[in-house]
């Protein structure tokens, strides 16, 4: 199914400069995409995901503070994302990766129509790739990318201000933004936030349709594992910007081995009835102030010495499943 690697990330850190100091919200994270492959990045609120996108977008905050490598593959050859000047940033973003924001108001501009909007996307990709077009075909393109999401009268829509229509609404323009025009790399923010249940599915068909028909990569932050599970080929779990433990996703829910991961499959409530899930008892990490060694430990029934004093590293456990747990590391 693959054809080769697109995207890797090596020990990528970030921080940010806030008033007490440094807040240093991801810590050493690696992981590969592959050409045509479906990632899914889960964890709990405010572990790190959305700032993983944010810094493959190199979209971050002015305050933060990146190091570690993140590799793109073009032309069979690797780009270090961090060391392009902003014109090959800008020409990365419109012609090769794409992101769906989890919050649509602060993605779309108000004072312009989503016609305007969208008719913008379409062009900068055109014009990055030496195409020719005209008016009515970018019109043509926009139609079609707000009908694909299944949004009603895209005519009329197009004519409208984002303030004039519901949440929902808006977060599928911005998901036909993102789709508009052919990339090699999707990310996707929770893009099913602020749509019902019905939508939400039909959104994350077409967004997976899409990815299938295309051979494009994908990748998806969610806190929900049965999304990820119907739409992922692979699994990153993710605690207190660290990645714990990595797998194709049927081996993932077959034998989870993290700590971390059995707890948060414990989480999810059972169709039969079987009592009420207790959640994980404990608070999520202090980034200003993170604690030494593995950061679950806090929280972890199974944590000894060595959890408190030494970052665990990820060890391979056979047929691409890993973990970051001493657990493992120790021959236990």
Avoid: W
């Avoid at 797998?247 to 009592?275: E, I, Q, W």
């Amino acid at each position: 199914m693959n054809a080769g690697r697109l995207l890797s990330v090596e020990n990528l850190d970030v921080d940010f400069g806030v008033y007490r100091g440094r807040s240093r919200v991801l810590n050493g994270i690696s992981f590969n995409v592959d050409k045509g492959e479906k990632l899914g990045l889960v964890g709990e609120t405010g572990c790190g995901k959305t700032t993983t996108l944010r810094a493959l977008m190199r979209v971050l905050d002015p305050n933060a503070r990146c190091s570690g490598k993140i590799l793109y593959t073009i032309a069979g050859q690797d780009k270090d994302i961090y060391a392009m000047n902003a014109a090959e940033m800008l020409h990365l973003r419109r012609t090769e990766m794409s992101m769906i924001f989890q919050d649509p108001t602060s993605a779309l501009n108000p004072v312009f129509t989503v016609g305007e909007q969208i008719s913008s996307v379409i062009r900068a990709n055109l014009v990055a790739k030496q195409e020719s077009f005209s008016k009515n075909s970018v019109t043509e393109k926009a139609v079609k990318a707000l009908a694909d999401v299944f949004l009603p009268d895209p005519e009329r829509i197009l004519e409208s201000y984002p303030f004039q229509l519901s949440g929902g609404m808006r977060q599928r323009i911005c998901i036909a933004m993102s789709v508009a025009t052919e990339r090699n790399l999707l990310l996707a923010d929770e893009p099913g936030t602020s749509l019902d249940v019905t939508i939400q599915d039909q959104i994350l068909r077409l967004i997976n349709t899409l990815v299938e028909t295309k051979g494009m990569s994908f990748i998806l932050v969610s806190h929900s594992l049965g999304v990820v599970r119907k739409t992922s080929d692979r699994i990153c779990i993710m605690y207190g910007g660290t990645i714990v433990e990595s797998a194709r996703t049927a081996d993932l829910f077959a034998s989870p081995r993290h700590p971390y991961t059995r707890a948060l499959l414990a989480c999810v409530p059972k169709l039969g009835g079987a009592g009420i899930a207790e959640g994980i008892p404990g608070e999520m990490v202090n980034y200003i102030n993170p604690p030494a060694g593995c950061r679950f430990h806090p929280r972890c029934t199974q944590a000894f010495r060595a959890c408190r004093e030494i970052q665990p590293r990820p060890v391979a456990l056979g047929d691409g499943h890993a973990v970051s747990c001493h657990l493992y590391a120790t021959g236990s």
